[in-house]
């Protein structure tokens, strides 16, 4: 007879040693910090889901280019020329950085296996 746990490990196929019981301290941290890492160096990728009062017409007035998904949270994407993106100190929060360095957009990307998520939205503009 199969457990609950290996039919869950069956369906999604991936391993969860705390459903054994085991704990791994900071293997999630460590994962959110791997999702970070790899966001910001694919240049080609930005999430799919953007804040509810924003459209993609927002974002490509200001010179983004956006193509096919490139899974369920990510699309192909070009930035503005001169635009990178750029880690922050917190692992899910990552900027978008324009030409001169002024944080344009913010983006949130949550790479826990358990609960895996990603939307960009325009930062407020910078006050003098």
């Known amino acids: 007879m199969t457990s609950d746990h ?9 391993p969860i040693p705390a459903l054994d019981g085991v704990s791994i301290p900071g293997a999630v941290e460590a ?3 791997a ?4 966001f910001v160096a694919d240049i080609n990728a ?9 459209t993609d017409e927002t974002y490509t007035a200001l010179g983004f280019v956006f193509g096919e998904p490139i ?6 994407a070009r930035l503005p020329d001169g ?4 880690a922050t100190d917190h692992d899910m929060w990552s900027h978008i950085v324009d030409a ?16 895996r998520r990603a939307f960009m939205r325009l930062a407020e503009p910078p006050t003098s």
């Open 100 to 115: 001169t360095g002024v944080v344009r957009v913010e983006v949130f990307y949550k790479a826990a296996f358990y609960d």
């Open 83 to 86: 635009w990178k993106k750029s």
């Open 71 to 76: 899974d369920k949270l990510f699309r192909e």
């Open 35 to 38: 999702g970070q890492t790899a």
């Open 31 to 33: 994962t959110e910090r």
């Open 6 to 14: 290996e039919k869950l490990r069956e369906i999604t196929r991936v």
């Open 46 to 54: 930005l999430p799919i889901k953007v804040e509810s009062d924003e």
